[in-house]
């Protein structure tokens, strides 16, 4: 069984030409079936942005954390091999992983809702 797929309606034509019968084409609209999505209810929506949101509130406490203890945390340590650019850069890695996650984080409650 042929196909062909018509980009301006995003519909798949099933064309039966090699069978060698005659029959109507078949069509099935996958932008439907691909973005199709359950909607459980309200209820749901309201437990996820309530686990977004305690979430949230945890990174935001991790990062007070952070931001209070980055001395001892990140500092210079005098250590053989640690410089004073590598404990910036220790204290920089992780500030933007705190960071997408905040955001990321912000994102899902914004969406669940």
Partial sequence: ??????????????????????????????MD???????????SAIGLKVFFGLLELLLIGAGIYIF????????????????????QLRMIMVVLVWIHAVIITALMIYEVG
Avoid: H, N
């Fill in 68 to 87: 209070r203890c980055r001395k001892k945390l990140f500092g210079y340590k005098g250590e053989e091999g640690d410089t004073y650019a590598s404990a």
């Fill in 33 to 43: 079936e691909l973005f199709a999505v359950s909607r459980s209810g309200a209820g």
């Fill in 1 to 30: 069984m042929g196909f062909t797929w018509d980009l301006g309606s995003g519909i798949w034509d099933f064309q039966p030409w090699l069978e060698g019968r005659a029959r109507p084409p078949q069509r099935f609209i996958i």
